[in-house]
């Protein structure tokens, strides 16, 4: 098999290639290192693992070779740089961990490797996950591999997980791992065309993951398809004693969740997702989507998620407030960049000035106000409150419904720098993507048209609590009916 | 909730971050500005509600108290800025 065809495998092709010897794991690393190169300019990767890749690669190939295959064996996958990964530079996109070297992986990259699967490398992303347009990283920003056609400047590939999203879109990966904070997989899945899920809180193991706001971060799969988001997430989930909101749950055989039939189920439309100024576009291919599923026998429900509107500022109180206390560790003494100073506080003070980016600066000072003595019962008690009300919201609705479709995101990707002037332009971003972070409920995007201006848009199916056997039911009838079959514009290996 | 320059300059003394002046001015203006866009939270009655500080089923789970990881001493070091004798040397971070 040529490099070109086996880069426009899904995994679950590459999986089957695999197990029948179609093509072997080195070859299949050995294409995708190439990718990885041949992406460059994208700025996807910070650090490519090429050697460690072929490595694992032929770890595979005797592995498969005596018919002891695990379920990701030869499976090329691109992991944020967020997780940490063992001897292998973790930067978060920040310089203030610059050099670090975790002495130890974190549980869903583990599981990842324990299944088969081989590292290509680690992938950008904004500055400890703070933005959503991956422009705040301190290794620059990453290109989406889709352009407005006739059109030269740069797209945003969204973010926080925009070099996870790239990569994937651009064929310089089979799959990858984002984190999900506030909208970090599912936005950039919309921008690049592909498929981004996270998964219900507490289902995916936090434990080595940079925290960026402990109660929100969820880690989850990038792919090409809905059924490769299956067969990653039954990878990387289970219960985990090192991270305590890890649940101890079971984990189904979400491929197995696939069956094409979702006549019957109840599918919400929450009104109040009809935000002012959403494009007339999306609005469209969202009234396409509850067609899509009523042709396929499942039955739309108007709902009402009242508290909608006051998701993104209660986001921006609890995420930041959270931040500001799990980014105290970053002080220049252990590890990490250090700026000396006159005195231990000139030294703190310093280190932090110079390793911190503008918006993780913004955010950190925005959470130390509201936790701050007299601040703390005005706004981050009152988020809390607020946050009971919009999880209580969807307890109602899940009364009615067995899950809801939604837009991903309020707009196609936007050009490098057409929003940066305005941080609160920039939060308007994560308007649907929110409140499933803050409900800790699965939801996935899934790739449904484009732009009038030829950029991908998706769409969102959000689920109960640990039901994300439904949502990915959903989602592989919805990627069935929307047909998604556009690639970018510069794709590794060339438009096959 | 408008902050001024030397509201600023305590939030950034309180988070350690060093601030210079020509900063202040900018930082407040932008600060005031998402702190204005969060209040309209206070549209929103809460009274009697109760505070949520996460989604996970309540109570941390316990464990047995016994030694599970370890014993890895020259890895743990590999990211200190300098080493002797098998400790960290850092700056007195104690007074």
Redesign the interface.
Known sequence: MSEPSLLALTLAEARDGLARKSFSARELTSAYNDAVSEIELLNAYITPTPERALAMGEDADQRLARGEARPLDGIPIAVKDLYCTKGVLTTAASHILD???P?YESTVTDKLWQSGAVLLGKTNLDEFAMGSSNTTSYYGPVENPWRRPGDNRPIVPGGSSGGSAAAVAARAALAATGTDTGGSIRQPASFCGIVGLKPT??RCSRWGVVAYAS?LDHPGPMTRTVRDAAIMLRAIAGHD?RD??S??VPVPDFEAALTGDIRGLRIGIPREYRVDGMPREIEALWEHGVEWLRAAGAEPVDISLP?T??AL??Y??IAPAEA?SNLARY?G????L?VEGES???????T??AG?GAEV??R???G??VL?AGYYDA?Y?????????I?RDFVTAFEQVDCMLTPTAPSAAFAIGERSDD??AMYLNDVFTVPANL??LPAISVPAGLSRDGLPLGLQITGR?FDEETVLRVAEVLETAAQFRHLPGFVAGGAA | MALDKAAVAHIAALARIKISEAELNPLADELSDILTWMEQLNEVDTSGVTPMASVAATGLPMREDIVTDGGCREEILVNAPRTARGFFVVPKVVE
């Open positions: 050099g670090f070297h002495h809180y507490g109660s004693p305590s909101t649940a101890p508290m509107k006051y500022p209660t921006y109180i500001s002080d003494v252990r590890f990490g250090r231990l506080d000139e030294m703190y003070e310093l932090r000035a911190f600066r913004r950190v000072l925005i130390t106000y701050s706004y008690l009152k988020a809390q409150r607020v946050r009971t009300l999880t941080p609160i409900a800790g609590a």
